[in-house]
């Protein structure tokens, strides 16, 4: 499987940026997608996944009510709208894929994209 992420940029405190995800697989079922972002000098951190079965969603306690993960299946795409960002969400943002099986450790994630970098001022 292999992952493109794009749509970071340079956003403004409260701002809003949407993120997507594509796959070159011709079909993303059965397996797992998540985002990780990894700041400068920072360990790689879970932001959100979700469920190719039932579609729930999970996510990183920093990201709650602001973020939201979704897929579209049709289009083999995984997104993540970010609002009300602040200055420490700035990262490089990482899309993750794995087979069956929700995870929020990055090591349990085989695929990965290449990452795109957000930027927060303040």
């Known amino acids: 499987v292999q992952l493109q992420a794009s749509g970071g940029g340079l956003v403004q405190t409260g701002g809003s940026l949407r993120l997507s995800c594509a796959a070159s697989r011709r079909t993303l079922s059965f397996y797992d997608m998540g985002w990780f972002r990894q700041a400068p000098g920072k360990e790689r951190e879970f932001v959100a996944a979700v469920s190719w079965r039932d579609g729930s969603t999970y996510y990183g306690d920093s990201v709650k009510g602001r973020f939201t993960i979704s897929r579209d299946s049709a289009k083999n795409t995984l997104y993540l709208q970010m609002n009300s960002l602040k200055p420490v969400d700035t990262a490089v943002y990482y899309c993750?894929?794995?087979?069956?099986?929700?995870?929020?450790?990055?090591?349990?994630?085989?695929?990965w994209g290449q990452g795109t970098q957000v930027t927060v001022s303040s």
């Open positions: 993750a894929a794995k087979f069956f099986g929700v995870a929020t450790m990055a090591g349990s994630y085989p695929y």
